[in-house]
């Protein structure tokens, strides 16, 4: 079982609606993302933080608004998405972040989103 | 600039055959990498890493994987398929900053019986 836990495991959204994602990991680590995949694709990386602060953005619209209130929680908010954003939305975390990656980075189960 | 390939993007063995999905990196660092499965509707579980302390790997249910440096090579297998193998793979590399995963494009499996 993956200790990295998400709500919602299914989200329904019209393209008006204000909505969030919420991650949450019990291993003590430090670093946590925000992966996007697409039917059939790769997981894409969208957000990194380390110790609760934003690392990396992968130019991200500003639709998608990461927030990460302590080290054990992350959350995505979600406004005015579009039809094309529908998506499996993976959280991620490991012990923290370094130069040469050597950290596991273990996934959660994913929140599916559908843009109506 | 690292990156894996996979070689094979379906791939189909009979219930008991032997599995072997194919990864290749690049890498202008010495690489960690990972292969993680993804069952349908499911998110990405960790079957084994890479680390440099040995170059064969062994992971969970069975899978096991060699890294070859002359080769850049990392390919997956499992010496007897099982029915409950079906699933998505991908072979990832790490490194070079920010411990950001690179993935391939992923390797679906289909066990018949």
């Known amino acids: 079982d993956t200790e990295v836990t998400q709500t919602p495991k299914h989200l329904v959204m019209g393209m008006t609606n204000k909505k969030s994602l919420k991650c949450e990991q019990h291993?003590?680590?430090?670093?946590m993302y925000w992966y996007k995949q697409k039917a059939k694709k790769p997981p894409e990386l969208m957000f990194v933080?380390?110790?609760?602060?934003?690392?990396i953005n992968e130019s991200v619209p500003s639709r998608f608004s990461p927030e990460c209130p302590n080290s054990s929680l992350l959350n995505l908010h979600l406004h005015a998405l579009q039809p094309e954003d529908s998506a499996l939305y993976l959280c991620?975390?490991?012990?923290?972040?370094?130069?040469?990656?050597?950290?596991?980075?273990?996934f959660g189960e994913g929140s599916w989103l559908t843009v109506v | 600039a690292q990156s894996v390939t996979q070689l094979g993007s379906h791939v189909s063995v009979s219930e008991g055959a032997l599995v072997l999905l194919r990864c290749n990196y690049s890498?202008?660092?010495?690489?960690?990498l990972f292969w993680y499965v993804q069952y349908p509707n499911q998110g990405l579980q960790l079957l084994l890493k890479?680390?440099?302390?040995?170059?064969l790997v062994k992971g969970i249910n069975g899978f096991e994987a060699e890294f070859k440096k002359s080769e850049t090579s990392f390919h997956l297998t499992k010496p007897s398929a099982h029915m409950s193998d079906a699933a998505e793979y991908f072979c990832?590399?790490?490194?070079?900053?920010?411990?950001?995963?690179?993935f391939g494009t992923g390797t679906q499996l289909k066990v018949e019986l």
């Open positions: 890498s202008s660092v010495p690489p960690y």
């Open positions: 933080y380390s110790y609760e602060k934003l690392s």
């Open positions: 291993m003590g680590h430090r670093a």
């Open positions: 991620a975390s490991s012990q923290e972040v370094t130069r040469d990656g050597r950290n596991t980075i273990y």
């Open positions: 890479y680390t440099s302390a040995a170059t």
């Open positions: 990832a590399v790490s490194g070079g900053g920010g411990n950001k995963l690179t």
